[in-house]
């Protein structure tokens, strides 16, 4: 099972914090034996292995209504950060209670290591870490950089906001 999101190189937007923002092109995902792998590329330069993180969320369920509500009708039950600076994606879960009582909505539940690829990042996240996931689920890409203690900053999204979010099917 396989999706691929494609959004235009230059759209990202302008931060003085930050000299090159992430510009996110393609999202690829496959889903087989037992794991789901994303792709995760970025405009030639855009990279920055200091600062660039990445958020897939994902509606595992492919319902809506349950998870943590996105405004382009993603319900998101897990969540990926993948960290260039680390090397590692933290897998984490949703939280509905937590998230309506204004704490954090996602909860760590581990990590995975990460690979650089020319322009991108690659992680391969076993489904069972995803509540044993058949590999059919919804996602949304976010880049973004942490430009002070607790202040991220959204640079680019696939698919864009007022797409439905992409399809493993």
Known sequence: MTATVTDAAGDAL??????????????????????????????????????????????????????????????????????????????????????????????????VPLTFVTDGLQVTVPLSMLGNDDGRMNFQVSAYVIVAALTPVVFDYMPENSAPPARVQ
């Open 14 to 111: 302008a931060d003085s914090r930050v000299a090159q923002p992430p510009d996110l092109v393609q999202a690829s995902a496959d889903a087989s034996g037992g794991n789901i792998t994303f792709l995760i590329k970025f405009a030639s330069g855009t990279l920055d292995r200091l600062s660039t993180r990445v958020s897939v969320l994902l509606d595992t369920d492919q319902n809506p209504a349950i998870g943590i509500a996105e405004p382009d009708g993603l319900g998101a039950d897990y969540g990926i950060d993948l960290a260039a600076v680390t090397g590692q994606a933290t897998i984490t879960k949703a939280d509905s209670v937590a998230c309506q009582a204004r704490l954090s909505c996602f909860t760590s539940i581990g990590s």
